[in-house]
């Protein structure tokens, strides 16, 4: 009874301040803070109308043999001995645009913004107790934690003490009354072994959602969305949501080894190429449409504008800058 | 009457940011967010400084889509992480 009576006075508070000045000059503190209540908010609502189902998420069987089956990979030769990384991002960005088609680049960005908009709405919920205590997240930890693989990048990415710490040098300030240590790092955190975990991490994920092992498609329940949001459920129909994946994954990649890149140029003392996004864009087959910025702008007022619309009754075909989109 | 951006004091002393507002059968409605813990959010009934907290599953559906609804999208613009 006690706790009854204390609960029923939880959920009953008194406002005792409201301060309406913080805002008026300093709306960077409050915007981020927004941001995650927004997209939790966001989250509960999807999970709770059943349009967001990670019981879906994958097929375990397939999973478990996918992981298995993978050979393990000779220790980093990212750098030394195996293609270039300039060549290694120009494979993955062809490969991605093979993946997705012409089609699906015009779409690309617009699905992309969707994709993100829901990705990042899924980040608080993946971090809460909720879903650390929802059995399927106990299902993904038993498949990683027996796959001989995830050990492996487990195993790169962590660096030894012995490794990390090569030098210690005493110093004295200058005032010549204190002494301290300056611990130097060892060349394999130049390396970055995070940079190489991250790499794989990439591939691993290339290759579960580019063989459907993993099924980004059968999260989201479009159809279940109520009608105020169905802008957003109609802009991403027939999309296909692992392509979108693949893709993020590869300008992730190629974001990555521009950084990889320039850590072995940092570690190898020589002057290095910033490799850019653009830079691999401009390699690419001018007959393979790449979205130009003002048409990648286009497509994200869409999402944007789409949800207004919407509301007006307005044909969802009805681009007002005359750009048209092709199913 | 509480707005987009307004930082509340609770009785338990917690601040909360208020993320958006709703009308809903003629009761004001508002989405609080901690500003310590953004995992900790309220939805609750705003009437002078009394706030109820919506605890009921289904007045949640119903009530958050017009909370999310008056939300600017473009707050969250700048989210989505492409690195993996």
New interface residues.
Partial sequence: MENTIKRKR???????????E??KTN?EY?????????????T??LM??GVLNYDDLVNWDNVKNTLHSIPLPSMPSLFDNGPSSSELAYNLIDKAIDTIGVIGLQRFNLA??S???I??VSK?II??DFFRTNPVTHKINDTLDSSPIVHKIREVIKVPKADAVHNTEEMVDERGTEKFKKEEKGTNSLISMKTIG?GL??GI?FYLFGTNQLNLNSIYRWENL?H??SAIGKMAEGIDLNKVKIG??S??AV??FSKANQQKGERDRQPFTPIGFKEIIGKINAEKVIPTLSSLKNT?SLI?SG?RRMEKGESDKEVSDGTEIRD | MLEFGDIVTLENNLKYVVASTCIYQEKFYAYFVNVDNSQDCILGEVENDDLKLVEDPEKFVEIMPLILDNVDLTVLEEGGNDEE
């Fill in positions: 939880e959920l009953n508070m008194k406002i005792l301040n409201v301060d309406k913080t805002k709306m409050i915007l981020p803070i927004v941001q995650s209540g927004v997209a939790l908010g966001l509960c609502f709770k109308t992309k913004k994709f993100s908009f990705n990042d608080p971090e809460s991250q991490g990439i994920g109520p105020k949001f993020t994954l300008i992730s974001n990555l994200t944007l949800k």
